[in-house]
């Protein structure tokens, strides 16, 4: 039997990162959390995972920048993310817009509040 693959979801949500994780869990994933960007990084640099779900909006070190610090560092570059974001297209009042989020190098990039199935099915195209 193969090993379960690893999927680090960083949110500063509590409840939203136990929802996901549950529900990846539930779908044969191992599941670690961080809650905010730094705690992040910190989780994959320890043990990189196979799959990161990152949050754009969050405390300390926002997704975009995580985002930008993985793909920028060649022993984390390959590592798949799908980045989550509350941000809708026509939101001007905050500095992340959704144009930021489909510039970047993440690998997919979903809305929130993002199904279980949305979250599943993306990491699953990615990681198989």
Same mark, same amino acid.
């Given at each position: 039997? %193969?090993?379960?693959?690893?999927? /680090?979801?960083? =949110?500063?949500?509590? =409840?939203?990162a136990a929802i996901v994780q549950k529900n990846l869990e539930k779908e044969g994933f191992s599941v670690e959390v961080a809650y905010d960007g730094v705690?992040? /990084?910190?989780?994959?640099k320890a043990n990189p995972p196979d799959c990161i779900v990152l949050d754009v909006m969050m405390p300390e070190k926002d997704g975009y920048e995580v985002c930008k610090e993985l793909k920028a560092d060649e022993k984390y570059a390959d590592i798949p993310i799908v980045m989550l974001t509350a941000v809708a297209d026509h939101v001007s %009042?905050?500095?992340? %817009?959704?144009? =930021?989020?489909m510039s970047m190098e993440a690998d997919d990039y979903l809305p929130k509040p993002a199904s279980a199935e949305d979250i599943t099915d993306s990491i699953r195209s990615l990681i198989g």
């Open positions: 039997m %193969s090993e379960k693959k690893r999927i /680090l979801v960083v =949110d500063d949500e509590p =409840d939203f705690e992040g /990084l910190e989780k994959v %009042s905050t500095r992340y %817009s959704h144009a =930021d989020g």
